[in-house]
């Protein structure tokens, strides 16, 4: 619902009334209120406010005579009040000055440390969907063969990231057949991405098959196999599930137990939040919004990583809906973004 809907006398109360419940965990009464506005107004003005914000569904009091909370409507509206805000991230955020991890390095291990620093500085649960493998500009390649029917794939990028992957194929290869691919990869495709390569392959191949052997053919059928299999998959690191552990609202009523049963259930939860992924920088999924129907009291904060014209993956934390989303939204921004930078997967 627009903003515009609610008076300035009205918005200010409830923002207060969300903060005040973010910060303490409990139902927030008009006094409190009152005695933290900047402006001048009295108990009985706050109270019939809140009255008036609980019937347009933005405040719920769960009894008579107790203060009132903020539904998923009322924190929606909070929400999307700071995501108008500006997206500079504040001064005070204390994440490290230059990338998270120096090029040349195993890029999962760069993923867990970017998914331990959502998890450190939100208190919450942090996580990081791994990209696509073929999408990514490549500067060299190597196949070895693991098994009579199981090729590994060592991609390394235009800055010295190492990428690793595997597949299984019907054909078969020797390891010099498979070492002749890689060369000729490596001397006519440098820069490009195993999708451009694999299009490449299957559309000249039958125009000029004394250029092209058998052999790489087969390649190209490898490479089809492995993009349509890593589509289907997608890998997911997950950091600080025991700080879920001391989040009143998810232990009762055994939310809990269901939220660590969807993050057993890792392809799931990963396929579950790539359907979110999109261009906007930061998206912010709260309670009902999001499609875990067993587990309601759950706030998601969610960016993307990647080149600005092409989503890579994403990133970004899951707690309760009581989370301080002043501060969660633009350190989840600054993840993102420093990951991007870590990996300036489209620079030459």
Known sequence: MSRTILREKDTRILNIAVEQY???????????????TSFSVSSATVRNVMVKLESQGYLHQLHTSSGR???????????NALQEEAHAVPDNINLPPQDIL?????????????????????DNL??????????????????IKIAENRIFIILITLKNLVLTGAVDTSEYFSQNTLDEAARFINRNFSGKNLIFIRNYLLEQM????VQFSDAFHKVALMLRRYISQEEKESQIFVEGTSKLLGKPELVKEGGLIKLFEKLEQKEKLAKLLADFISLQHVKVLI??????????????VLSHYGHNR????????????????????PVVDCVAKKLSRSLSLYES
């Not at 008009?30 to 933290?36: D, E, K, L, N, V």
């Not at 040349?104 to 500085?121: K, P």
């Not at 942090?126 to 196949?143: A, D």
């Open 126 to 143: 942090g996580f990081v969907i791994s990209p696509k493998i073929s999408r990514i500009n490549l500067n060299s390649i190597r196949f």
């Open 310 to 329: 092409q989503v890579l993956g994403s990133l970004g934390i899951l707690g309760p809906k009581r989370i301080p989303y002043r501060k969660i939204i």
């Open 206 to 209: 039958p125009k000029y098959r």
């Open 69 to 79: 909370i903020p539904t998923d409507k009322g924190l929606r509206f909070y929400v």
């Open 22 to 36: 973010l910060r303490i965990g409990q139902p927030v009464s008009s006094g409190t209120i009152a005695r933290q």
């Open 287 to 300: 309670g009902s919004e999001l499609d875990l129907p067993d587990v309601l009291g759950c706030a998601l």
């Open 102 to 122: 120096p090029g040349g390095c195993d890029l999962n291990t760069m993923l867990v440390q970017a998914s331990r620093l959502l998890s450190e500085y939100s």
